[in-house]
């Protein structure tokens, strides 16, 4: 039961442009979003969170969206660099220890 | 990332043997958390731990056992390899648990384990 999904494994965007990262969750109980950002052979790092109390959080170039009512949110890069390559994750949870993540999307930013 | 460190990076085992995970932080973070990693699973929490001498069961916390006898480290125990473990394991800290404050985890850089 996967309660955190990222349907798109990977998106290429070209340099410059925008790239926007999407999640959805299914359980109305998650308060705390994040995403994490992983390159290979090395473990996640935190990019960027949001509250349930609010629908927007904004830091330099990473914005990530809440629409709690669609049970999605979404993280838009810009503009994207190629060293924002990497896969992130989507992550959740609900004032316990039990963070849920998603599979991941793979990003690819072209030069 | 230097505050969190796993031991081994790799390893292969073979069915029924068994091996312990080390990891070690030096962040002095109260909560740490164990988790695998597979293709197109994300990530999954095994097991955590509030604090010395304390731990709990995540989401698939079968096959495997966990101890905090110092603060700093956190063990990963397979007592009886199998197949289905094979992953990536990874290792994460925080200053404040879930429960006590949304804080983001801190993450070593994982460990590779294999088992034929």
């Known amino acids: 039961d996967q309660q955190v999904k990222q349907n798109s494994p990977s998106l290429s965007v070209q340099e410059g442009r925008i790239s926007i990262l999407n999640c959805d969750y299914t359980?109305?109980?998650?308060?705390?979003f994040l995403w994490y950002k992983k390159y290979p052979a090395e473990g996640p790092t935190f990019l960027i969170s949001?509250?349930?109390?609010?629908d927007k959080n904004e830091d330099g170039r990473f914005t990530v969206f809440l629409n709690k009512s669609a049970k999605h949110l979404s993280l838009h890069i810009v503009p994207s660099q190629p060293g924002d390559s990497a896969v992130y994750f989507c992550?959740?949870?609900?004032?316990?220890?039990?963070?849920?993540f998603g599979a991941g999307t793979r990003l690819t930013v072209k030069p | 990332n230097a505050g969190v460190t796993q031991t081994p990076k790799f390893r292969v085992l073979k069915t029924g043997q068994s091996m312990t995970l080390l990891c070690a932080q030096d962040?002095?973070?109260?909560?740490m958390y164990w988790y695998r990693q597979d293709p197109g699973m994300g990530l999954r929490l095994i097991h955590y731990?509030?604090?010395?001498?304390?731990?709990a069961k995540g989401e698939v916390p079968d096959g495997y056992n966990v101890s905090r006898l110092k603060k700093q480290n956190f063990l990963l125990g397979l007592e009886s390899a199998a197949p289905s473990q094979t992953s990536v394991y990874f290792c994460?800290?925080?200053?404040?648990?879930?429960?006590?404050?949304?804080?983001?985890?801190?993450f070593g850089d994982g460990t590779r384990l294999s088992i034929l």
């Open positions: 731990s509030v604090g010395e001498g304390t731990t």
């Open positions: 962040m002095n973070h109260e909560y």
């Open positions: 994460a800290t925080s200053f404040l648990g879930l429960l006590g404050g949304n804080q983001p985890q801190h």
């Open positions: 949001i509250s349930s109390i609010k």
């Open positions: 992550a959740a949870s609900a004032h316990n220890n039990d963070m849920r």
């Open positions: 359980n109305s109980m998650f308060d705390y």
